[in-house]
């Protein structure tokens, strides 16, 4: 985010804009990398909650 005031300034497009569309996306990683690291690992699993064949 320490870039965002020049590329504002270099593109003449207002700081809120760049900052939204710079902020939004990593916002949006830091939200998958919290909420991803803490689901179960395969290896995690128990066995009886795999699905079993259809037949």
């Known amino acids: 985010m ?8 270099l593109t003449g497009v207002s700081f809120s804009i760049v900052a939204y569309c710079v902020g939004l996306p990593v916002m ?3 939200r998958h ?9 395969p290896e995690e699993e ?5 699905a079993l064949p259809q037949g």
Do not use: C, E, H, W
């Open 2 to 9: 320490i870039f965002t005031p020049f590329v504002a300034l």
């Open 28 to 30: 949006v990683g830091m």
């Open 33 to 41: 990398y919290a909420t991803s690291r803490n689901l179960p690992r």
């Open 46 to 50: 128990q066995a009886g909650d795999k």
